[in-house]
C-alpha cells in the first residue's frame, strides 16, 4: 500500500504538522505501508528530518506568494511537478490549514483516498477519512464540513503519540524540583524568557529549556540560564521521551507536545501560543488535564511564577492531572489511525491444520474468555479435534486474519436455515482496542457473502456487559435486538 503526505512546516507555523504526521507515517510504516512526503520548502521546513528518518520527500521551492486557500489550484500544480509520472497512491493524507475540499477533490487525480488531519473545522473538506485529535473534537463541529460517507476520528483516542511516549507513569514526587521547558519548534509567542523569568525567582530548581530551531531570544535565553546551578539551554534534543519521563513538571504550549506528555502522565503548566490551540486547551482544563493560564500575550512573569510556585508544592494536584491524562491519552493513537486507513487491506485466508495452536492461544486468552459466551478454559486435545471437524464442515468457514506485521485475528461463520448466518470473531494479544475488529467484520463478510451468495443475513451473539464488541457490531451496521445482532442485506 501506498500513501503520500501533504504537510508543511515553517518557522510561522511551527513543525507541529510534519512531527505529528511522521508520528503517523511510522505507524503506517511498521504496518507495511510505503510512505512519502510532499512539502513546500517554506523558510525552517524539515525536509532533512523526514529523509534521515527514512520518508522520501516530493519538494518544490517556496512560491512568490504562500501557500493559502485562494491559491489551492497552484499547490496541486506544484506537486503535480514533482510527482512521478502516473504516480499513484492508496491514500493522500493532508494536514494543512491552508487546503480544502477544492484542493482534495483535486487530489484524488493521484490517489483512490484522501484522509484530512485538522483541527478547525473552518472549511469544507472532500475526504473519505478526517482525523481531529483534539480533546473538544465533536461530530457536530464537522457536520457542516464534511459528507456522511466520511468515516470521523475524533478525540485523544487517536492523538498521533510516538511508540517512546507509551512509558509507563511518572510518579509525582512530594515536591517537585525538575522543570522541563518547551515552547515547540519556534518559540513564535516568545514565552521563553517569561518563563525563564519566573522560574528564577523559585529556589532549588533544576530546569531543562529546549528553545527550539532558530530561537529569536537566542542571547537573552543564554544570559538568564548562565551561571545557574542545574539549569541547561539546548536549542534541540532527539531524547525528549527520556527528558520528560525525568520531569516533574512540563510548561509549555498546547500543540504536539500536549498528547506525549498526557501519555507520560507528566503533570503541566500550559499556555496558548495559536489561536487553533485555545478551544483544545481549555477543554483540557475542564476536564482535568492541566492547568491552563491563557493566551500568550495575557501571561505575565508574575502570573506564571504564581503557578508554577502553586503546581511544584501541591502533589495532589499534579496528581490529579497526571491520573486524568492517562486514562484520556494510552498513546496508541497512531497505530488506530493506522489501522483506520489499512484495514482495507486487511488479508483473510482459510484456516489450516497448522494453525491450531494459534487459535488455541488466541481463544484461551482471558481476555476473550472473559468476553466469550462459552468463558471456560479450552484443552488442547479437545481444540484439535474441534478444528479437525471444523476444517471438514462445509455449513463452517474459520479464516483468519493477517496484516503486514503478523496475524491479527480469527472470524468464523456458521451457516443457519433461513439463509443466515452467525459470526464471532477474536483478536490475537496485541491487537485489542485498536479498530482490527471493525476491518475484520468487514473483509470477513465480503468471504461469508462469497462462499454462500445466497445469503440474507449475519447475526452475531454478544454479552450485555461486552460494550466493546457492542459498539463493534452496531458501528458495522447490525442491528439490535434483545439478544442479539443482524445485519440484513439489502437486495
Not at 511544584?312 to 491520573?323: C, I, K, P, V
Not at 463493534?472 to 443482524?486: I, K, R
Request: one cysteine or more.
Amino acid at each position: 500500500m501506498k500513501v503520500l503526505i501533504r504537510a508543511d512546516a515553517s518557522s510561522s507555523i511551527g513543525i507541529g504538522h510534519t512531527a505529528r504526521c511522521l508520528t503517523l507515517a511510522q505507524a503506517l510504516r511498521a504496518q507495511g505501508a510505503q510512505v512519502s512526503f510532499a512539502c513546500c520548502l517554506l523558510d525552517g521546513h524539515r525536509r532533512v528530518a523526514i529523509e534521515q528518518a527514512g520518508f522520501e520527500v516530493f519538494a518544490w521551492r517556496q512560491p512568490k506568494h504562500l501557500p493559502g486557500i485562494e491559491h489551492w489550484a497552484a499547490d496541486i500544480a506544484a506537486l503535480r511537478a514533482v510527482l512521478p509520472a502516473n504516480a499513484g497512491f492508496d491514500w493522500v493524507i493532508v494536514d494543512h490549514y491552508a487546503l480544502d475540499a477544492r484542493w482534495e477533490q483535486a487530489a484524488r487525480a493521484f490517489a483512490r483516498r484522501i484522509a484530512v488531519i485538522d483541527d478547525l473545522a473552518d472549511r469544507d473538506h472532500a475526504a473519505d477519512l478526517l482525523l481531529d485529535q483534539n480533546f473538544g473534537a465533536s461530530e457536530a463541529r464537522y457536520a457542516t464540513r464534511l459528507t456522511a460517507a466520511c468515516r470521523r476520528l475524533l478525540g485523544p483516542r487517536y492523538a498521533l503519540v510516538r511508540p517512546a511516549f507509551q512509558g509507563p507513569a511518572i510518579t509525582p514526587p512530594p515536591q517537585a524540583r525538575r522543570v522541563l521547558v518547551s515552547f515547540g519548534g519556534f518559540d513564535v509567542a516568545g514565552m521563553l524568557p517569561r518563563t525563564l523569568q519566573a522560574l528564577a525567582g523559585l529556589e532549588g530548581l533544576q530546569v531543562t529549556c529546549i528553545a527550539g530551531l532558530g530561537s529569536a531570544q537566542g542571547e537573552e535565553l543564554v544570559r538568564l540560564c548562565a551561571g545557574r546551578e542545574g539549569w541547561e539551554l539546548h536549542d534541540y534534543v532527539d531524547d525528549m521521551p527520556a527528558r520528560m519521563a525525568a520531569a516533574d513538571l512540563f510548561i509549555g504550549a498546547a500543540g504536539g507536545t500536549t498528547w506525549e506528555r498526557a501519555a507520560l502522565g507528566l503533570p503541566s503548566l500550559c499556555v496558548s501560543v495559536a489561536d487553533n490551540q485555545r478551544g483544545a486547551a481549555e477543554a483540557m482544563a475542564r476536564a482535568g488535564m492541566h492547568l491552563y493560564l491563557g493566551d500568550a500575550e495575557q501571561v505575565d512573569v508574575p502570573a506564571l511564577r504564581q503557578a508554577i510556585a502553586l503546581l511544584l508544592g501541591n502533589q495532589g494536584l499534579r496528581q490529579s492531572f497526571a491520573e486524568r491524562s492517562r486514562s484520556l491519552v494510552d498513546g496508541r493513537g497512531a497505530q488506530r489511525v493506522a489501522v483506520a486507513l489499512l484495514g482495507e487491506h486487511l488479508v483473510l485466508r482459510p484456516a489450516r491444520t497448522e494453525d491450531a495452536r494459534l487459535l488455541f492461544d488466541g481463544r484461551d486468552a482471558p481476555e476473550v474468555r472473559r468476553r466469550s459466551q462459552q468463558g471456560q478454559a479450552l484443552h488442547w486435545p479437545e481444540h484439535q479435534a474441534w478444528l479437525a471437524a471444523t476444517l471438514a464442515d462445509r455449513q463452517r468457514l474459520l479464516l483468519i486474519a493477517e496484516s503486514a506485521d503478523g496475524p491479527v485475528g480469527s472470524v468464523r461463520y456458521d451457516r443457519l436455515p433461513g439463509q443466515r448466518a452467525r459470526v464471532s470473531l477474536y483478536l490475537f494479544a496485541g491487537r485489542f482496542g485498536l479498530g482490527w475488529g471493525r476491518a475484520l467484520l468487514a473483509r470477513g463478510e465480503a468471504c461469508a457473502r462469497q462462499r454462500w451468495p445466497d445469503l440474507l443475513a449475519i447475526e452475531a451473539q454478544v454479552l450485555p456487559d461486552n460494550q466493546a464488541s457492542l459498539q463493534l457490531f452496531a458501528g458495522a451496521g447490525f442491528v439490535q435486538s434483545p439478544c442479539s445482532f443482524e445485519r440484513v442485506f439489502q437486495e
